[in-house]
């Protein structure tokens, strides 16, 4: 690969994305919650790498999807890239955690398979691509252009070559380096850059920066796409050149690494704000003791079904639909739908909760009625 970056300009960087990891493997978190934030993280990454191609679904309608309760009326070509999405991204985990398997191009080619799985033959999944292809921005313009179809295969071979070998360089860096590459040449003819962002979570993952599967990269990025493609183009230029400076993009990688885990970390915050208010309810006797997880879940999740909050709580349908009444009467959360179909979005008292964490998220709207109706068969 024959791109170019500076190592003392990309320090600070590093340091901060050290100094993450280092907290989240010391994080004094329960168990169960644990479990949840990390449920929650995989949902937004899935949707987050979609979102960023343009998918419509809402954070509500992806997580029915990947829990298989979505409805049929979703839009098909969504649903089916999500489902790809978390088939590529599956794949990818899998091979990070076994250390015995290169990273090499027939693995890349099944990364990307997996991301058109389902879809249209006509995008060639696993193919590389024998057209000019252009990388365009959120708003429509052109990025950058890419090499001829006829470089493809050498300059991917030469990707793959690199990446089976280890020359020292941090993952974190090599991750961007590889995600910059990868999308420079943009191999395939659709599904570039889903396949060059679950490349990049399989090199941070075995390289020890899963940061405990607590942190969603993509959902970061989801929520700057201008300044992801902005990076892109000031590392790439207008048009792919051999021995380009990839340190923009690098650095701007690893913020994204460190902005992504800073905002787990004042979710946490919180969290710990959470518990403290729903447990002096608890002192003086307006919540049922076994609430305390039932509303952390909502909190963690941005809603909750009743079906969730027996679940976690082990309630009975009787005692949830009274709690979940005394939750709502208390301001915790607010329900919607019919009775055969509620749900509930986080009520005042949760949303004012000091480093709520997540900006406006979908999920805190009113979802399809078509899909919550499935949500709850």
């Excluded at 183009?233 to 994204?256: K, M």
């Excluded at 009520?347 to 900006?359: I, M, N, Q, R, S």
Aim: with cysteine; charged share 25%.
């Amino acid at each position: 690969m024959d791109a170019r970056f500076d190592p003392e300009a990309l320090r600070p960087g590093l340091d901060q994305v050290n100094l993450k990891c280092t907290i989240f493997e010391n994080l004094p978190l329960d168990p169960l919650h644990r479990e949840w934030i990390r449920q929650r993280a995989w949902v937004r990454t899935v949707h987050g790498t979609t979102r960023i191609e343009g998918n419509t679904l809402s954070d509500f309608e992806v997580e029915q999807l990947l829990d298989n309760r979505a409805s049929r009326a979703l839009p098909r070509k969504d649903a089916l890239e999500i489902l790809g999405s978390r088939s590529a991204l599956e794949l990818a985990d899998a091979i990070a955690r076994d250390g015995t398997v290169p990273v090499d191009q027939a693995v890349i080619r099944e990364i990307h398979r997996r991301v058109l799985d389902g879809q249209s033959p006509l995008l060639t999944p696993g193919e590389y691509r024998r057209g000019e292809n252009r990388v365009g921005g959120p708003d429509g313009e052109i990025v950058f252009t890419t090499p001829p179809s006829g470089d493809v295969p050498a300059l991917m071979r030469a990707l793959a070559d690199w990446l089976v070998a280890d020359d020292g360089t941090p993952a974190p860096i090599r991750a961007a380096l590889a995600h910059l590459e990868f999308v420079a040449i943009h191999p395939f003819n659709d599904g570039n850059g889903r396949t060059a962002r679950a490349l990049s979570r399989l090199m941070l993952v075995r390289g020890g920066y899963a940061l405990d599967g607590l942190v969603s990269l993509d959902a970061w990025l989801d929520l700057r796409r201008s300044d992801y493609f902005a990076a892109i183009r000031a590392s790439i230029g207008q048009s792919y050149e051999p021995g380009y400076d990839a340190t923009p993009f690098a650095a701007f990688f690893l913020r994204a690494i460190a902005g992504a885990a800073d905002h787990v970390l004042a979710r946490l915050r919180g969290l710990g704000q959470v518990q403290i208010r729903v447990r002096r309810d608890l002192a003086d006797g307006r919540l049922a003791p076994m609430m305390l997880d039932g509303l952390v879940y909502a909190w963690i999740n941005r809603s909750l079904r009743p079906a969730d909050y027996r679940r976690v709580t082990g309630r009975s349908a009787y005692a949830t639909s009274r709690d979940l009444a005394t939750a709502e009467k208390l301001g915790y959360v607010v329900g919607e739908g019919a009775s055969s179909a509620r749900w509930y979005r986080l009520g005042p008292k949760l949303l004012e909760t000091p480093a709520a964490g997540e900006p406006a998220d979908p999920r805190e709207s009113t979802p399809r009625p078509a899909a919550l109706g499935a949500a709850q068969g």
